[in-house]
Every structure is written in structure tokens, then in C-alpha cells.
């Protein structure tokens, strides 16, 4: 089974960038927690991290074929990301939303998602933990999807 992981704009910057509400968890150690649960549930992953939208898409239509699912956290894209929702929609694999914090306790402009109608599920406010749960509901729908 392969697994896309794509992280959105400024979350690069995760570990640095307002530790109050994200944490000092850095990406690279998302990347490499979510590393070894994928070697524990035997998946394999390929991760990416863009500022660019565009990016962002254009990896989603290169493994249209060749993922079995996908895990994004959108980030910045969330509330205005038409392209990426657009994409998301058109992938024959269920999407999983992440955030690592609760929007719905964030300000006013953030509670709304345009990504969120896409996928089939979000997962969002356990900090870091929001990937590794995110990552084990991916595994078991995608399981579950195969047995029939």
C-alpha cells in the first residue's frame, strides 16, 4: 500500500512558527514519526511540502494511478484552495484532511474549510498526533475498501 502525505504552505516552518497553538514538534519529525508507523503498518509513503499550490495539485495528478490514498494538510489552502479542492475530487483514492490544531477554536475566518467537502474525513486539533491518526483511519479504509 502507498500512502501520499502532502503538507501545505509555512508548515515548513512547523517547530518555529507560533509553538502556542502548533507546538515545537518540527515537520521533519512528523515526517519521520509518520516514517516508522508506516514500516509498523507495512505502507510505504511519499511525503511533500510546498508553499505553492500548484505543486501541491500537480503531485496529486502524478500519483492519480499509483497511490492508494492520500493524507494533506492543506494549511493556508484550507479556506481559499478551489484548485486543490478541485483536485482532491477528482482522485480515485479517499483523502484524508489533517490540522494539527482545532479550527473550530481558531479565529472566526478559519472555521470554514473548502477543502473539507473534498475528502473523505478530517482529522484535526491532537497536534502532531492528528498525522498518526490520520494515517491508521487511511490504512484501515483503504483495507477495508479492498476487502469489499
Known amino acids: 500500500m502507498k500512502i501520499l502525505v502532502l503538507h ?5 516552518l512547523f517547530g ?3 509553538p502556542h497553538i502548533y507546538g515545537t514538534t518540527t515537520l521533519a519529525q512528523i515526517n519521520e514519526r509518520l516514517g516508522l508507523l508506516a514500516q509498523e503498518l507495512g505502507v510505504e509513503l511519499e511525503t511533500l511540502q510546498s508553499n505553492h499550490e500548484g505543486v501541491l495539485v500537480d503531485k496529486l495528478h502524478e500519483r492519480i494511478d499509483s497511490v492508494d490514498g ?3 494538510n492543506p494549511a493556508g489552502l484550507t479556506q481559499h484552495g478551489v484548485p486543490l479542492h478541485d483536485a482532491i475530487k477528482a482522485m480515485p483514492f479517499p483523502v484524508l484532511e489533517i490540522h494539527l490544531s482545532n479550527l473550530a477554536t481558531r479565529e472566526p475566518w478559519r472555521h470554514h474549510s473548502i477543502i473539507s467537502p473534498a475528502v473523505r474525513g478530517t482529522v484535526m486539533g491532537l497536534g502532531w498526533r492528528s498525522y498518526l491518526a490520520g494515517l491508521r483511519a487511511l490504512v484501515e479504509l483503504v483495507q477495508d475498501a ?3
Open 8 to 12: 501545505g504552505p509555512n508548515l515548513n
Open 16 to 18: 518555529r512558527r507560533e
Open 70 to 72: 492520500a493524507l494533506i
Open 146 to 148: 479492498r476487502a469489499g
